[in-house]
């Protein structure tokens, strides 16, 4: 089977001599390559067909205008002409319908400029019981232009709303502090919050103005690519740059892995280390609505190009980034963020003894690092295997493995960390495009640790991190415990067309690159850990449990299977009984307040995220508003009354801090967040009563 490289190169070679190498030829001739590449490459090619077709179109209506706010529906039926048709364009390197669509939303996008203006010169009035629907998937396409001038009318007053509330709030809070300054009517501050909100418009229209054809032609080809898979994409040489740079780690920022979808800028990974990460507050899911330097007006970024978002949120060490984001329950919340380099020792392994009635060790690891170059750099499994032997020199009884938000990495250092705590034996199979399988083996019989040990998983623990908690589950080697897992069980691999296409093709480059999905992983009892993840042997209460997230959630994600079963011999050393385990931890959660807290708090968020709906009347505004406050004053007091559990970094680790006083700030607060973490006193105590 040729690689996709050599496809690559001979597709290109075939249509340079078959078209003149205009340069219109040459978006004639990406598009038939990256289609090569893609049907060639994949894991899973799809049939590219009117089925694929109806796919692509709905991907990309949604990209062009998710919050139905340019189109109309007859634009959006002139369009639905091609809905059927667009696996024909691809196959003739056309781009009729991408350029129709192009034409269109550049024409609405221009008219639309006049209407924010117009609405915003005049006062709204915030006592006229209204509503607006907040979710674009549950909008239509406005009829006509007085419809669509309506749905503006709606959004700006609400976004006038928020900011007026927040105004008023603040002015309440200053008065309760005996702050003296001027009160200010409600009409000043809705005639400066429709000032500020226009403000806003007129800095998002001058970006729109400035998105080209090659931006338009970019989400174009990743609405094909995504149909694919959620995690296939093409990126333009630009976005590529931008790609580089962040996974390389070498501009300063906060450290947050953001992809654009369904119109919005969504945060897709946290890197462990980043000022992200340690401030805490920032999770993959949530969209961010609006990026503020420090104290100054916000910036809108929903429907702005993903690479100009990224220049916004970027910036230099020590300056604060200010991120409006939305939560997938719903809510807003405004999250200040320091930008700063990755604190390294964030990302490694660190660990700490928990004493109690017995001494239990506890491993923290954020992420499946490695040395890939071999240049003397840590590597997860040698450091989590430094750290099991440092907790049983110190005497530890039963380890917890905390795997929570890593968001996987190595699988090498996976397979070598799984082989710390079984005999030699299969940890995890991997299947390519060809269909054919390969066992990634721990070879080393040696057990380091053969103690009791409880692995804490939740929804941002994926890939890597599932493979490790997979085996120790098919092995019984582990009690998993939290919730249920992420569900990426694929690999990618980039392929930069540069490198693949001709030396005919030098005018036209850089064309970018094409990231691939080419291989699936599979657990060693057969199933993959695609699409359904792993669930926990112990599942506990989770605050963001019902709301959509995961794998499963994305577009179009690649199917669970299952294969063969490797050859291996569950653990026999142990005496657990998972059915004791699990009822003994029920009774417990049952009985615990925060627990039950936490389970009337998902089901409250539940219920927030599918109302869509919010009122457009200032005063019911502002009631729901307290509520949702007092909520959540709620559950951070309930928080407060948790069982604080005893704690210590060990000698050699405290030691190595010396009179840094940054690393010692930073131990102080690792800590802190796990001395009433409900979640590790759960998997302490299944170690204690269940597993000794």
Same mark, same amino acid.
Do not use: C
């Given at each position: ?9 001979? /597709? ?108 915003? =010169? ?8 209204? @509503? ?7 909008? %239509?396409?406005?009829?006509?232009? #007085? ?12 976004? @006038? ?12 809070? =200053? ?9 200010? /009517? ?71 892995? !953001? ?25 993959? &899911? ?16 929903? &429907? ?19 991120? /409006? ?23 490694? %392994? ?10 239990? &060790? ?43 938000? #890593? ?62 908690? %997979? ?59 695609? !699409? ?70 998902? @089901? ?7 109302? /869509? ?14 509520? =949702? ?64």
């Amino acid at each position: 089977m040729l690689s996709v490289f050599a496809v690559i190169l001979l /597709t290109a070679s075939f249509i340079f001599y078959r078209s003149n190498a205009t340069p219109e030829g040459k978006d004639e001739i990406l598009l038939k390559v990256l289609m090569q590449g893609l049907n060639t490459g994949h894991f899973q090619p799809e049939k590219v067909d009117d089925n694929f077709s109806k796919k692509a179109f709905k991907l990309y209506l949604e990209r062009l205008d998710y919050n139905k706010k340019f189109l109309l529906s007859s634009d959006v039926a002139k369009l639905r002409k091609y809905e059927t048709a667009i696996d024909d364009q691809l196959r003739q390197g056309s781009y009729e319908f991408f350029d129709l669509s192009a034409s269109l939303i550049d024409q609405r996008v221009k008219e639309s400029q006049a209407y924010y203006k117009e609405i915003l =010169a005049k006062p709204f009035d915030f006592t006229k019981d209204e @509503t607006i629907e907040l979710d674009g998937e549950k909008l %239509a396409f406005a009829k006509d232009k #007085n419809e669509l001038k309506e749905a503006w009318r709606k959004q700006l007053k609400y976004q @006038t709303l928020v900011r007026l509330a927040d105004m008023q709030k603040e002015q309440e809070k =200053a008065t309760e502090k005996g702050e003296k300054k001027e009160a200010r /009517t409600v009409e000043q501050m809705e005639a400066e919050a429709r000032k500020k909100i226009l403000d806003l418009y007129n800095d998002l229209y001058t970006r729109l103005n400035r998105v080209t054809l090659d931006d338009r032609r970019a989400t174009y080809i990743n609405a094909i690519a995504n149909v694919y898979d959620p995690h296939t994409g093409y990126f333009p040489p630009k976005a590529k740059s931008d790609f580089d740079i962040e996974f390389t780690g070498r501009l300063e920022g906060i450290g947050a892995s !953001l992809q654009e979808k369904d119109g919005q800028i969504k945060v897709h990974e946290i890197v462990p280390g980043s000022p992200s990460y340690i401030q805490g507050d920032l999770k993959p &899911g949530d969209a961010i609505q609006k990026v503020a330097q420090g104290d100054k007006e916000p910036v809108i970024v929903e &429907g702005m190009r993903l690479d100009d978002a990224i220049q916004l949120i970027r910036g230099k060490k020590g300056t604060e980034v200010r991120l /409006t984001v939305k939560k997938p329950n719903g809510s807003t919340k405004v999250i200040p963020i320091i930008r700063d380099v990755i604190v390294f020792e964030e990302t490694y %392994a660190q660990s700490a003894m928990i004493d109690g009635k017995d001494k239990i &060790g506890y491993i923290k690891l954020p992420g499946f690092y490695a040395d890939f170059e071999n240049k003397g750099g840590p590597n997860s499994g040698e450091d989590v295997k430094r750290e099991v032997e440092k907790l049983k020199a110190a005497g530890m009884q039963g380890l917890v493995l905390d795997l929570r938000n #890593n968001g996987g990495g190595s699988l090498s250092d996976a397979v070598e960390m799984a082989g710390l705590f079984i005999p030699q034996g299969p940890i995890v199979q991997v299947k390519d495009a060809r269909g054919k399988s390969i066992v990634l083996d721990d070879r080393d019989p040696q057990v380091q640790y053969a103690g009791p040990l409880v692995i804490l998983v939740n929804a941002n623990s994926a890939s890597a991190s599932e493979i490790l908690a %997979a085996a120790m589950q098919d092995y019984k080697r582990a009690v998993i415990v939290g919730s249920p897992t992420y569900g990426k069980g694929t690999v990618q691999q980039f392929f930069e067309l540069d490198q693949a296409l001709p030396a005919q093709f030098d005018a036209y480059k850089p064309f970018g690159a094409l990231k691939l999905t080419t291989q699936k992983f599979y657990r060693v009892n057969g199933g993959t850990t695609q !699409l359904r993840g792993v669930t926990p042997d112990v599942i506990l209460p989770d605050l963001y449990a019902y709301l959509e997230f995961g794998e499963k959630e994305q577009d179009y994600p690649l199917p669970f299977d299952e294969i063969k079963p490797a050859n291996y011999k569950p653990w026999t050393n142990s005496k657990i009984s998972l059915s004791t385990v699990k009822g003994n931890s029920q009774e417990r959660i049952s009985h615990n307040e925060s627990f039950k807290l936490i389970e009337e708090s998902a @089901t409250r968020l539940k219920k927030q995220s599918d109302n /869509t709906v919010r009122s457009l009347a200032l005063t019911k505004y502002m009631e729901e508003e307290k509520r =949702a406050e007092a909520e959540a004053k709620r559950y951070e007091e309930a928080q407060k009354q948790v069982p604080v559990l005893t704690v210590n970094r060990l000698p050699e680790d405290l030691k190595a801090l010396g009179t840094d006083t940054a690393k010692v700030a930073r131990n102080k607060e690792f800590l802190k967040s796990l001395k009433q973490d409900i979640y590790l006193e759960e998997a302490v105590e299944i170690i204690t009563k269940d597993l000794k």
